[in-house]
């Protein structure tokens, strides 16, 4: 990221790297109000994912070394995720399957996939041969996808067969008659109707399909790479164009609170002590000296059947997250309605209370790193606004190159730079402070004149044209 970037720029980056990397887990944390307490219960659930492979196009990811290190440093189990991830594919995809089911061109892609389908051939070919109609015989130790490619491969290649699985692993087959076999087919007991396979095949995009129709508010933190993501894998390939997303977001999700920008917003508004992630924003809003005075926080209990993360913290695995993403939005809403009734709230606040007190942050998800706060998915996105650009002029030092500037500057601030001719740099920064540092500490540097950019003057296409 950079200071340099609009959301549009932002955007056009972010797109490609989410097109190249896939999902490897996700959590969602749902919770019911009980009536007669200011109390939640909680339902955090952990799913691990893996693309669909199930006659698709295959699909290629990339890992990042940096990434893979950090997960495994929090015990991500790599197994779960190859071996048991929840398939799942976006619009696209789902009516490619769809036409090659239709059409009877489905294949099967994986070589893996392969030699297992041909061991249950070889074995239902050799047995068939000696059987009698209605002679049944199993085949064990399938998983995932090889249950219902076993038997779209088996009826495909054999008319007097017929095909049943039997609980996660196993698949009866029968030996029938065709006319048996076409009958069967026509009911409303074949496990194999295309409806069905479409409905495995799409996996957990079947779960996402039930948050866009029910229209709850979707809470995450920092969560524009997530709603790129779900937008991708989930819905359609994500468009080229920054506004078409934003709109196709705000008609899947109607209302997204980002809790990492309403937790700026409570450390702006009730001396909120600055935290940089969501495990500390957390810990900080549990801590006694945060409640305010009059009626306590909700309270927000885990239900039975997921009591795992009240038990053992598990920072950086998505179920975990979610559940601590929901409890600062709780937190913090209770905050700000404390702050804006100072302090007169009745005793069991309503959802619908905090919600009002959000009303500001809602669809304005965090920017990191920019010259907007905050990106409006409701609405026109705020002007940039920076501290003043400077501009570095380099005299006999030639050659000199972004990376070198960087490093010059960074010892005292954190600026971005951007070549503007061939010996000038621009110095972008957030913060004031250090452009007033900087101004003041180049004042006599012998090779480094930095003054503050204006556009009349310093542009190269300006003086082109004056020229």
Known sequence: PSLFDSPAERYVKARESVQRFTLVQLGKCGSDTESDLPRYVVHSYNFFLFPSTLGIKDVEFTLSASSIQFLSHYGFDYNKFLKDGIPYMNEVQEKILRQHLLAGT????????????????????????????????????????????????LRQALENVWTEPLGDKKVMVKKVSPE???????????????????????????????????????????????????????????????????????????????????????????????????????????????????????????????????????????????????????????????????????????FSQYLAVLAEHVNKVNFIRGGVSSINFSGEDSPCRHPPALVVHVRGWPGLTEGQIYQEFKARCRFDVRRLSKNQFILLSNKYKQVRHVLRDYRHHPHLQVSVYRHWRHSPSVNCLLQ
Not at 132 to 145: R, V
């Open 106 to 153: 489905w294949r099967v892609r994986s070589n893996a996939d392969r030699d297992v389908l041909k061991k249950a051939i070889d074995e239902v070919t050799t047995w068939i041969a000696a059987a009698k109609e209605e002679d049944t015989m199993i085949l064990q130790d399938l998983s995932g996808y090889h249950v219902i490619e076993v038997q779209l491969v």
């Open 180 to 350: 048996h076999r076409q009958l069967l087919e026509n009911s409303s007991y074949d496990h194999c109707q295309k409806k069905l396979i479409l409905l495995s095949a799409r996996g957990f995009t079947n779960l996402f399909q039930i948050l866009v129709k029910v229209k709850k508010p979707l809470v995450g933190h920092n969560m524009l790479m997530d709603l790129m993501h779900l937008h991708d894998k989930f819905y359609r390939p994500l468009p080229e164009s920054y506004e078409e997303f934003k709109r196709n977001i705000h008609n899947l999700f109607p209302v997204i609170i980002d809790t990492k920008t309403v937790t700026k917003s409570v450390q702006k508004k009730c001396r909120f002590p600055r935290v940089s992630n969501l495990v500390e924003a957390y810990a900080v809003l549990c801590s006694s000296n945060q409640n305010p005075k009059g009626p306590p926080c909700p309270v927000i209990a885990l239900a039975s059947g997921c009591s795992r993360y009240g038990e053992k913290k598990f920072p950086h695995e998505a179920g975990y997250d979610a559940f601590l993403c929901g409890s600062v939005l709780l937190m913090s809403a209770h905050l700000l309605l404390c702050r804006s009734t100072d302090g007169a709230v009745e005793a069991e606040p309503s």
